[in-house]
């Protein structure tokens, strides 16, 4: 099946520096991916949607500047935490859509857990 | 807007008895409907999917029937085991079948926990 990958699986890093997450599909090619945080007992919530090669489409509520999304090719996403708080701690969560197969369904990276201190 | 509302949990079973994770979804257009599971420590995972009206999902063991008229997606699996321990998300998209595809929206996650 369609594997997505996560690097790193966790990261902790001091207040104010920037983490760089990144979301590949390994065996397929991605239309579009998604980028979501899952607070510690809660649901997933929809950060920004991305498409290659364009400008990614953020959530009511996300700081574009401060989340930075960049889709550079059709594997690869990447999620940029820019000057980092102890309340962006979370567990960040991507997923990608194939162009190929079932339109539907979306496959989902293993995650990564942040932590600032 | 689109929303997911699952029962609340968590859910406590012992080994081998019966479980049913309640799901509902609002009506607007003609979503699919998925079910997903979160074993610790890892992502998502789908278990099983619907994409219209009267379809039934199913995979190891764990089935949910899409019902258009209850608007519901219930899961079901008749024997738990201890490894179905996990938090199972039900979840919907915008749209049905054809090239569309859309965000998925997600109910809060329903805590699963099986004893021996």
């Known amino acids: 099946g369609a594997v997505v990958s996560q690097h790193p699986s966790w990261v902790i890093c001091k207040s104010g520096t920037s983490v760089k997450i990144e979301c590949r599909s390994l065996d397929f090619q991605a239309t579009t991916m998604f980028w979501y945080r899952q607070f510690p007992k809660q649901s997933l919530m929809l950060m920004a949607t991305s498409n290659e090669g364009s400008k990614a489409t953020y959530e009511q509520g996300v700081e574009k500047d401060k989340f930075l999304i960049n889709h550079a090719s059709l594997t690869l996403s990447t999620l940029t935490v820019t000057s980092a708080h102890p309340e962006d701690s979370s567990f960040y969560i991507c997923?990608?859509?194939?162009?190929?197969?079932?339109?539907?369904?979306?496959?989902f990276g293993p995650g990564t857990r942040l932590t600032v201190l | 807007g689109d929303s997911v509302t699952q029962m609340e949990g968590p859910v406590t079973l012992s080994e081998e008895a019966f479980l049913t994770i309640n799901c509902t979804y609002t009506?607007?257009?003609?979503?699919?409907l998925f079910w997903y599971v979160q074993y610790p420590g890892e992502g998502l995972q789908l278990l099983l999917k619907?994409?219209?009206?009267?379809d039934k999902g199913s995979n190891k063991g764990f089935e949910a029937t899409y019902r258009k008229e209850t608007t519901s997606f219930h899961l079901e699996k008749g024997s738990v085991q201890v490894s179905d321990s996990a938090v199972y998300f039900c979840a919907r998209n915008p749209y049905a079948g054809g090239t569309s595809y859309g965000k998925l929206t997600f109910g809060q996650g329903t805590i699963l926990t099986v004893h021996p």
């Open positions: 009506a607007t257009g003609y979503p699919s």
């Open positions: 997923s990608a859509t194939s162009r190929e197969g079932t339109y539907n369904e979306q496959f």
């Open positions: 619907a994409t219209k009206a009267d």
